[in-house]
């Protein structure tokens, strides 16, 4: 169907003669080609958001409605390839038009060239529902892309390509559907908007280990689950979202730059393929789909990136791998969900956020989970969103209603920021409802200490220490007892010792056992500690300890796979307690 | 995808006139963005931008204010393009208003080509992550928040705080370090006061060479809807001067509170739905859309660096402006009214201060290998001496500790020694760093957890 532009403010057109085209469809504006969306009809009008600058384009200039909804195409070629909001692979924009992205650029989301090594998994005859395994192609030396049927087909295989090298649009398999055939190459369109249907949900038991103590340890996500990181600016977000997309045992990460920073991605672009993925050994890049729009990409565009992305990770997950999708930021998306519904003249709610914007939320988040896919496999998408609350205010509206959908969230803290204390997770406001169900995990898998017991303990000191030092800044430290005296000293330790991380060094990546033996020998050092204070030993003579400052240090100077050294350590510590206990003439 | 406009089209038939906006019959051809040019009837012009192109109605925003145009007697006159500016190497060392005309009584330059000044997005794959570093020679920064080549690093300072000479001191001292021949500077002012405006010219025909020089001045008695324009115009000729004359070019543009109240007068002036504090919804990505224009990119010499600055509102850095601003930079330089009424010039207040940048822009190799060591333990020190004070404050400072005095020695001989130095003071990075070993050695050795055993056998003073 064909239609013109009737007036045009800015990414929102108003188009004639399109009333009766559904709403969702993706339009192609004016000569340029410009993609849009038709996102509501008003009497004979149509409204459409461009994805593009809409500069140059006229009244009366020509919109062909292309006659299905904004999808992006799923198969062989998404891992390592990087797009902008609407799926079209920044490279090849930049050999079609140099430096900058320049309008109505025309690409192929998918190579249509590349050769992928098909081999079957159906044979003739094989009734298929939606969702089933087709075939399988080794996109990546780290993936093996399963090739599913649409999740909308079903019937009987009657002719399935032999194994060898074929392009994305040849045919590899023939379905009789009953009423007709149909040839499918090997990928397939599907709508961004619709979430892709799975057998049944399940409930997350496993966590995803991130490398990172204060998440691993203290305040835990579960592979499948949701999680939330505000925080105002500089106090580290991006990093740590680099930090969970480098390290996080997910198979596949897909990392949505949505309005942020253009030399950010950037850096994910050069650091990715030089880094290595701790469990295999390749290149994180062979696992990792980045979607970039930069904050001065055009704002439509944005709001379709987050749509962009999930679908990309339901996919993956209904091939039965995890995903781990990370959104820098969801703020920038409502901004964009707020800046249309400005243009379209709805009324506005809190902050000028369209009404909608809890139900939007709230559908995005609920596209993560653990589940059995249509094919049988198990898989799942943990999604993991930046906040950028303005002032850093977490009672602003998309803070709010964020807090609603996810189970963990980790508060960035401008303070401990100051101080570069990172990750500047604080412990104080940061939560987790995924600790219970963790447990388990850990007794079975994690040799060493009770992870559940160890939590409870050392968020107990913290919060401990947190209220005493309130005291100790209105009476002074030295009016405190000893033993509470020692208490804020051990927070410290936990603090410089545990729970800060430097991501830039041989420590960026701790592994659980690494973990464990810290807050062990931590814990260890307490004890003892507690022990000499009861015999009358003062709280300065352990805290003047070598020992004490030497602990601080440890996660730099031991790694992950020469952890016998903390054993060698914690003799040594226990020879020093014994010292100071012989020089006062006790045993301990 | 080149655009093909209709050429020129003219009207008269106006339907509205308020404040800035103009709305006029419809005309076939007009598009959104095009330029438009008012003649007013006694001679003069004035210049707009369609805002909204429709069957109805198009709305035009006028740069000067519609005030003394009269629906009888003016013309708007629609010229078959969006505002382009016209760029050569030949507009350095020239003054131009804040929409493109010059001003010094020279001639118009010879004009190289016309761009579009609201430019591109720089396509992600094409950026070179930028990784060198600008010495500014103030301590502060070069230690502790470095300046990298293709950063935005804003300062955020406050009215009667000395950011001014500030920027003139980087200015200064960073366009002699390097290749000089290959620098650039783009200054464009929104807003500003003559005298500030005379103190910039001032500066920049006394450093090294003012023939490296461009200005947009936009001041304060200026029409308020040019300054949208004046900070595109500046970075338009610096994207043409570093991406395809191969300039490293040093933009500096503000103040960014006045562009921020020109749009917010502006989204008043169209019934736009305010979000914060009246201010458009649109604002970060207006601003992203100034700010994301600095850079590096792959096979070109040339760079854009950006300092914005701008004075916070009652010094509020969670004021839209400064934290809009703040989510998009690269980092900020935070001023502190506190320290500069100690006597500490530049105030620079460390712990809201930050580089993203730096990181991989400094040590081994690069800097110093203690480099950033160094800058961690800074933070980290300065941070514990804060919290001494308020300690000190409550207590009183008998009462403190040996390690807590330590601490309280330690800062403010950092204040002194260390942020403090001369307007006309350019410092080594070696000079910046030997300095900050000089202080660190106040405090004893077994408190410096951020530093590694060898750096401290190296550089702390024992004596």
């Known amino acids: ?209 991130t490398g990172q103590r204060v998440i691993d340890f203290l305040f835990p996500v579960a592979v499948g689950g949701v999680a939330a990181i505000p925080g105002g600016f500089g106090t580290g977000k991006t990093i740590t979202q680099h930090q969970l997309a480098k390290w996080a045992s997910a198979d596949i990460i897909i990392y949505i730059g949505c309005g942020e920073r253009g030399n950010e991605i950037t850096q994910v672009l050069e650091e990715f393929p030089e880094l290595q993925d701790p469990r295999t050994g390749r290149p994180l890049i062979e696992r990792t789909i980045i979607i970039a729009n930069t904050s001065n990409m055009p704002v439509a565009a944005r709001e379709a990136s987050v749509y962009t992305g999930i679908t990309m990770a339901e996919y993956f997950r209904d091939q039965g791998y995890s995903v781990a999708l990370m959104a820098d930021s969801t703020s920038r998306w409502a901004e964009a969900l707020r800046e249309i519904a400005g243009r379209l003249e709805m009324m506005p709610a809190e902050e000028g956020y369209p009404a909608y914007l809890a139900s939007r939320l709230g559908e995005f988040y609920e596209r993560a989970g653990y589940a059995e896919a249509l094919s049988g496999k198990r898989g799942s998408i943990t999604v993991i969103g930046a906040v950028s609350p303005p002032g850093g205010d977490f009672s602003e509206p998309v803070t709010m209603h964020t807090k609603r959908f996810v189970r963990t969230f980790w508060a960035l803290d401008k303070r401990l920021a100051g101080q570069r204390h990172f990750p500047s997770i604080n412990w104080i406001d940061s939560y987790s409802g995924y600790v219970d169900d963790l447990t388990d995990w850990w007794r079975e898998n994690v040799k060493g200490a009770d992870w559940g017991q160890l939590r409870t303990r050392i968020m107990a000191l913290l919060q401990e220490a947190d209220r005493l030092e309130r005291v100790a800044q209105l009476i002074g430290v030295d009016a405190l007892p000893d033993s509470q005296r020692l208490v804020i000293e051990i927070a410290r330790l936990v603090r410089f010792g545990f729970l800060q991380q430097n991501a830039y060094s041989s420590d ?53 796979d020469k952890l016998e050294e903390f054993d060698r350590f914690r003799e040594r510590l226990d020879e020093a307690f014994r010292e100071i206990g012989a020089k006062y003439g006790v045993n301990i | 995808m080149e655009l093909i406009f209709e050429g020129v089209k003219e009207s008269s038939r106006f339907k509205e006139l308020r404040g800035a906006i103009a709305v006029l019959e419809p005309i076939n051809g007009v598009f959104y963005g095009e330029m438009v040019e008012f003649d007013i009837g006694d001679g003069s012009r ?166 490296k020089v461009t200005m947009f001045l936009n001041l304060a008695d200026d029409p308020p809807e040019e300054r949208i324009i004046t900070p595109r115009c500046a970075l338009t000729l610096a994207e043409y001067l570093a991406f395809e004359k191969g300039r490293h070019v040093l933009v500096i543009i503000g103040d960014m509170t006045n562009y921020c109240e020109s749009l917010r007068e502006l989204s008043a002036a169209r019934d736009e739905v305010p979000s914060r504090k009246g201010y458009p919804g ?17 096979d070109r010499e040339g760079s854009v660096t950006l300092i914005p600055f701008l004075t916070m509102p009652n010094m509020d850095i969670s004021h839209p402006i400064p934290d809009l601003t703040g989510y998009i930079t690269e980092g900020q330089i935070v001023l502190s009214r506190a320290l500069y009424q100690k006597g500490i010039y530049p105030p620079i207040d460390l712990p809201p201060s930050l580089s993203r940048l730096m990181k991989d822009a400094i040590g081994k190799g690069r800097t110093r290998e203690d480099h950033p060591n160094v800058a961690n333990q800074l933070y980290a020190s300065y941070a514990e001496v804060q919290w001494i004070r308020s300690l000190a404050d409550i207590v009183g400072e008998e009462e403190l500790s040996e390690r807590d005095k330590k601490f309280l020695e330690f800062g403010e001989k950092f204040e002194k020694r260390f942020l403090s130095q001369g307007y006309d003071e350019n410092r080594s990075l070696e000079q910046t760093l030997n300095i900050a070993w000089e202080v660190l050695s106040i405090l004893p050795e077994n408190q410096l957890h951020r530093l590694t055993k060898e750096q401290i056998e190296k550089y702390y003073n024992r004596d």
């Not at chain 1, 994805?51 to 020509?62: A, H, L, N, Q, R």
């Not at chain 1, 002719?159 to 994305?168: C, I, N």
């Not at chain 1, 701790?510 to 464990?516: H, R």
């Not at chain 2, 929104?190 to 006394?206: Q, S």
Request: with cysteine.
């Open chain 2, 282 to 298: 649109y604002m970060y990505t207006d601003l992203a859309s100034l700010y994301e224009r600095c850079g590096r990119v792959k």
């Open chain 2, 46 to 211: 004035r210049l707009g931008r369609v805002l909204e192109a429709g069957r109805e109605a198009i709305i035009v925003q006028v740069f000067e204010g519609t005030a003394g145009i009269s629906t009888s007697k003016a013309k708007a006159k629609f010229l078959g393009q969006p505002f382009k500016l016209g760029v050569s190497e030949e507009m350095l060392g020239r003054v131009f208003n804040g929409t493109g005309k010059p001003i010094d009584d020279y001639p118009l330059p010879t004009i190289d080509k016309e761009v579009d000044i609201n430019g591109l997005a720089i396509n992600p794959m094409s950026r070179d992550y930028p990784r060198d570093i600008i010495q500014t020679g103030i301590s502060a920064i070069d230690a502790m928040n470095t300046l990298v080549r293709g950063q935005k690093l804003p300062i955020f300072s406050g009215s009667g705080l000395p950011h001014n000479e500030i920027v003139a001191q980087i200015i200064k001292q960073a366009s002699v370090s390097g290749k000089a021949e290959k620098f650039a500077i783009v200054f464009a002012a929104m807003g500003i006061r003559f005298d500030e405006a005379l103190f910039f010219r001032d500066v920049l025909e006394n450093t090294a060479n003012m023939d």
């Open chain 1, 508 to 560: 960026s990546f701790s592994s659980p056992e690494k973990g464990l033996k810290i807050i062990d020998l931590i814990l260890f050092f307490y004890d003892s500690a507690k022990e000499l204070l009861d015999v009358g030993i003062h709280v300065l003579t352990i805290i003047e300890m070598e020992e004490f400052a030497q602990i601080m240090r440890l996660k730099e100077e031991i790694s992950n």
């Open chain 1, 1 to 209: 169907m064909r239609g013109y532009v009737w007036s045009v403010n800015g990414p929102v057109v108003i188009a004639g003669g399109l009333s009766t085209s559904p709403v969702g469809n993706q339009v192609s504006v004016g000569r340029a080609g410009l993609v849009g969306e038709i996102v509501g009809i008003r009497g004979d009008k149509a409204v459409i958001q461009v994805y593009e600058d809409t500069t140059g384009i006229s009244p009366g200039d020509e919109i062909e409605d292309k006659g299905y909804p904004l999808s992006v195409e799923l198969g062989p070629g998404l891992l390592g390839n990087i797009f902008d909001g609407i799926q079209r692979p920044l490279k090849d924009i930049r050999q079609a038009c140099g430096i900058f992205v320049e309008n109505g650029v025309q690409t192929q989301s998918l190579s249509r060239e590349r050769m992928w090594a098909f081999t079957p998994q159906v044979r003739e005859g094989d009734v298929v529902g939606p969702g089933h395994i087709i075939g399988e192609v080794e996109e990546t030396s780290l993936i093996k892309h399963r090739i599913l049927l649409p999740p909308d087909i079903k019937g009987k295989v009657l002719w399935v390509a032999s194994e060898g090298k074929y392009r994305l649009e040849d045919i590899v398999v023939k379905i009789d559907l009953g009423s007709k055939e149909i040839a499918l190459p090997m990928y397939h369109r599907w709508p961004v908007r619709k979430k892709r249907p799975v057998l049944k949900r399940l409930r997350p038991n496993v966590p995803l280990i």
